[in-house]
């Protein structure tokens, strides 16, 4: 189960995060789905994570690319260290595009459910993007 599990994460992070596969994502989602790391006062469901990458990251981020550098899996939960990166071509929140290349450092948690995303936790260092492309 534990190899099953990695296989649907490491399926979401490329089809999904970085190929935007929205029909990959109605497949590895499941409708029940709580993203515990969502910002207060913001939806926690599935939509939550599409909004992430389509509106945020997507638009902000070209020659997007992930790189899973590490999972670890125990029962249902698959933990990820993993990057995040692109050149800053696009708007990233009210910061214009810079052209610079930028790497999201990245820590999920991911509960799967009947081959399908449950539950994710999860910790990155967009913030840390987000102050280093301020200061040009």
Do not use: C
């Amino acid at each position: 189960m534990s190899d099953e599990n990695k296989e649907v994460v490491r399926r979401f992070n490329i089809e999904v995060i970085q190929n935007g596969n929205e029909a990959e994502f109605q497949a590895l989602m499941s409708p029940s789905f709580i993203n515990h790391s969502a910002p207060q006062n913001m939806p926690r469901g599935p939509e939550s994570m599409w909004n992430t990458f389509e509106s945020v990251l997507r638009p902000a981020l070209s020659n997007l690319k992930i790189v899973i550098h590490d999972q670890i899996a125990e029962g249902d939960k698959v933990t990820t260290r993993k990057t995040i990166s692109g050149i800053h071509s696009g708007p990233l929140f009210d910061i214009p595009a810079t052209g610079r290349e930028v790497t999201i450092s990245v820590i999920d948690i991911v509960r799967i459910e009947g081959g399908r995303y449950a539950e994710h936790w999860g910790l990155n260092t967009l913030s840390n993007v987000i102050a280093a492309l301020s200061k040009d």
